[in-house]
C-alpha cells in the first residue's frame, strides 16, 4: 500500500509564474489535508478537502492560492502568480476519516517549491 | 485559540545521553496529542501519541505522557543514538467546533546527537 505520494519534490518558478502542487492520498482515504512549513517553523495548516468539497480553507491566504480534490485524480494546491515568500515546503496529509486524525495521519515527503 | 509551545533548539548532546524536548499546549477540550519526527529533505512521521489524560504513548525507545493537570507532552528517551538527529515537532488535534481534524503545531526543535 504505496503512502501519500506528492509530486513534484522540488519546483522552481520565477515570480509571476503558477504552481501545482499534487498530492495522491493512500488508497481508501478520502480526507486530504494541506499544510505549508516556511523556514525554521513549524507546520501551518493551509486547508481541508474530501472529495469534491473544500471543508475548511481557514488557512489558505485569500487571493493566489487554491486548492481541489476532484471525484478523480489528485488533489491539487495551486498557486497563482508566485511571489519570493511563497517559498516553503508543502506538505499533504491523508487520513480516511476525521475521527481518524485522533490517531495521526500519514504526511506525504513534500513539494519544495523555490521562486526565484 | 488551541497552541503548542515546544521548547526552543537546537539541542545538542553526546551519544546516550538522557533527552528531553518539552511541550506544552492550550487548548478548548480534550485533544489528542502527537509527536512527529522530520529527518532532512523528508517529511514527517507520525512517533508517538496519546489520545487522552494519563495515556502514554511509545516508540523507538521514545515516550511522553499526556498531563492533563500540567497541559504538557514532554518527550523523552533514556539514550539517544547519532541516528535519532532530526528535527521533532508536538501537535494537537484541533477538535473544536468545527472538529475537522486539523493539527495544530509547535515551531519544532533540532535534535543533534554527536557521536
Known amino acids: 500500500n504505496a503512502g501519500v505520494m506528492q509530486n513534484p519534490r522540488h519546483l522552481v518558478r520565477r515570480r509571476g509564474q503558477e504552481a501545482r502542487l499534487r498530492c495522491s492520498p493512500m488508497?481508501?482515504?478520502?480526507?486530504v489535508y494541506w499544510y505549508r512549513q516556511l523556514p525554521e517553523e513549524g507546520l501551518k495548516f493551509m486547508v481541508y478537502l474530501q472529495k469534491e468539497n473544500i471543508i475548511d480553507e481557514s488557512g489558505m491566504p485569500k487571493e493566489r492560492f487554491s486548492a481541489e480534490f476532484p471525484k478523480e485524480g489528485p488533489s491539487i494546491l495551486r498557486i497563482q502568480q508566485v511571489v519570493r515568500g511563497d517559498s516553503a515546503a508543502y506538505f499533504c496529509?491523508?487520513?480516511?476519516?476525521?475521527?481518524?486524525?485522533?490517531?495521526?495521519?500519514?504526511f506525504g515527503s513534500g513539494t519544495r517549491l523555490t521562486v526565484v | 485559540g488551541d497552541s503548542v509551545t515546544q521548547m526552543e533548539g537546537p539541542v545538542t548532546l553526546s551519544e546516550e545521553a538522557f533527552l528531553t524536548i518539552n511541550c506544552t499546549y492550550t487548548a478548548t477540550g480534550y485533544p489528542s496529542l502527537f509527536w512527529y519526527v522530520q529527518y532532512p529533505g523528508e517529511g514527517l512521521q507520525l512517533l508517538l501519541k496519546a489520545t487522552k489524560a494519563d495515556d502514554k504513548g511509545s516508540n523507538k525507545g521514545f515516550e511522553a505522557t499526556y498531563r492533563k493537570e500540567t497541559t504538557s507532552f514532554h518527550l523523552e528517551k533514556g539514550s539517544v543514538q547519532v541516528s535519532d538527529s532530526a528535527v521533532y515537532f508536538c501537535?494537537?488535534?484541533?477538535?473544536?467546533?468545527?472538529?475537522?481534524?486539523?493539527?495544530?503545531f509547535g515551531q519544532g526543535t533540532t535534535l543533534q546527537v554527536k557521536p
Open positions: 488508497k481508501g482515504h478520502s480526507h
Open positions: 496529509a491523508s487520513s480516511p476519516s476525521t475521527t481518524g486524525t485522533d490517531y495521526g495521519y500519514t
Open positions: 501537535a494537537l488535534s484541533d477538535r473544536g467546533s468545527s472538529n475537522t481534524g486539523k493539527l495544530i
